[in-house]
């Protein structure tokens, strides 16, 4: 399968043909069976085959249409096929097989358009790489404040349940407060206990009012302390 | 363990004592037989399994599938793309390591020359056929413990265990691709000769097969040789054999043969007018 390089249009020697003898054994023949002249003997051959003319050339190897008979044998497709198929005995010159339209120095190797495959194969990966990574990067962020969030969380559950808490002892010693001062068991609902109620809470009020006021005082006091001391 | 023990006694006087196993003896297979209820009588009969009132007797269900208002399962999903773009994607018939080991021990296939698409398509016993979306030969792990020949080979896919059991025995692999023009030529090298058009040269590979024919570590004919003859080295090291040193081999020229990322047939170039029936090569004079 390995054809050898040539340089220029050269022909090969062709497939030597094989003779059914020897010229040696021929002289050892009889006359009678040497056979030189093989057409001779059948002098009134007839082609019987049925054959068209054009079949009996493609079986035998040759050009079918020694003259064109058709356009399609006008065709520079069908002359190429023909040069393919039987060589030089085409009588077809070789030159038509090349497409003079089309210059073969395009052919290069196209070394730009692989490396712009490359690239964009490249950047497609990096670009997922990078989404890859930027959700990966927000989530450890995230993650980090997490212990914060949860710390925050149980803080204002605790806040809320301690204020509501708050707010019902508040309430308790209120009405205890009352009943204590009117010394006998008074439905919560009287009037009366109600005026008392809303007595004690306003002193509630202004007491804790009170408290918030000392707080803040000791709390600017300590800084303008902390500030005049640094 | 006990336990055990106890069964296993009692199971073997079970053995002892009962009579011998025959097809009257036997219970049938669990769920073999269907208890057939009639709808008479005690147990199928009253209210035939329907239960009493409600749309149950009254036999007023809702339609199979219907799952009470939401949106049904079977409605879900309009399509299933089972087989999108299955035709369009690129096939490699396999050939094992231990048919090719056959091939060469049967004489279908030379060793002194290097293996591609054409050698082993002219072996007569495998086929390609491109017309079909079949890219090229993929090399199997089939038959890898007794690959025993030293071959230059080009295929279109190989996995690394065939490389590493290729290069064990001194030989070399390299993954090409080839585009459908130019299979076709290297399937039927006679048919295409038969045109008479000068060879033409070979596509590169598309966006999706570029990386793979890139990387040195599946040998692609567009990796760098330095990265490639380096990646011998580690593979080697990972499986564990002496990497033998194909420089000094006698037939290093022929393991070293590779073709142009342009080219189709070995010792032919893109350009060149072949004629079978003359054996000439024609040229362009330029």
Redesign the interface.
């Known amino acids: ?6 340089n220029a ?4 020697p ?1 497939l030597r043909t094989c003779l059914p003898y020897s010229k040696a054994a021929n002289a050892e023949l009889p006359a009678s069976m040497v056979n030189n002249e093989p057409e001779e003997s059948y002098p009134n051959a007839v082609d019987r085959s049925g054959l068209l003319p054009q079949h009996k050339n493609v079986l035998l190897n040759t050009l079918p249409y020694e003259e064109p008979h058709s356009w399609i044998h006008l065709t520079e497709k069908y ?11 085409s009588k ?1 010159n ?1 030159k038509i ?2 497409d003079s339209a089309k210059d ?1 120095r395009e ?1 290069v ?2 070394l730009d ?2 490396l712009k ?2 690239e ?2 490249r950047a497609q990966k990096a670009e997922e790489q990078q989404k890859i990574q930027d959700r990966e990067d927000d989530i450890a962020k995230k993650m980090e404040k997490l212990q914060q969030w949860k710390a925050d969380l149980h803080a204002k559950i605790a806040k809320r349940e301690a204020d509501s808490a708050a707010a019902i002892a508040r309430k308790e010693r209120l009405v205890e407060e009352v009943r204590r001062h009117f010394g006998f068991k008074v439905d919560t609902r009287d009037e009366r206990f109600k005026e008392m109620l809303e007595q004690k809470e306003k002193e509630d009020k202004k007491k804790q009012k009170e408290a918030k006021r000392k707080a803040k005082e000791e709390k600017m006091m300590a800084r303008l302390v902390e500030k005049t001391s640094s | 363990m006990a336990h055990l023990r106890e069964t296993s006694d009692k199971a073997l006087k079970l053995l002892r004592t009962l009579p011998r196993v025959q097809i009257g003896n036997l219970r049938p297979n669990p769920n073999s037989k269907q208890n057939d209820k009639r709808g008479r009588a005690q147990h199928g009969g009253d209210k035939h399994g329907a239960g009493n009132k409600g749309s149950g007797q009254r036999q007023n269900f809702m339609r199979l599938g219907y799952e009470t208002g939401n949106q049904p399962f079977y409605l879900r999903f309009p399509y299933e793309p089972y087989y999108k773009g299955h035709h369009m994607k690129r096939q490699y018939p396999p050939i094992s390591l231990l048919q090719l080991q056959v091939l060469i021990d049967t004489n279908r296939i030379d060793t002194s020359q290097p293996i591609d698409i054409s050698t082993l398509c002219n072996s007569g016993l495998l086929k390609l056929k491109p017309a079909e979306l079949e890219y090229g030969f993929q090399l199997t792990d089939d038959g890898l413990d007794n690959f025993k020949a030293k071959i230059n080979i080009e295929v279109q896919h190989a996995s690394e265990a065939v490389i590493a059991a290729i290069e064990k025995n001194g030989g070399v692999i390299r993954t090409a691709y080839y585009d459908p023009r130019s299979l076709h030529m290297l399937v039927n090298p006679k048919k295409w000769f038969q045109k008479g058009v000068p060879i033409p040269s070979r596509m590169l590979p598309p966006q999706d097969a570029v990386d793979y024919y890139t990387n040195p570590k599946n040998r692609g004919y567009l990796a760098n040789p330095e990265e490639i003859s380096q990646d011998r080295l580690v593979l080697a090291q990972k499986y564990g054999y002496e990497l033998p040193k194909i420089e000094k081999d006698s037939a290093y020229e022929m393991l070293t043969t590779a073709k142009d990322p342009r080219q189709v047939f070995y010792g032919l170039e893109p350009g060149w007018l072949v004629n079978i029936v003359d054996k000439t090569i024609t040229k362009r004079k330029d």
């Open positions: 399968m390995n054809l050898r390089k040539i249009v050269t022909r090969l062709g002359q190429r096929q023909a040069y393919g198929r039987y060589g030089a005995k077809v070789p097989c090349f073969p052919q190797m196209q358009t692989l495959m490359l964009k194969n």
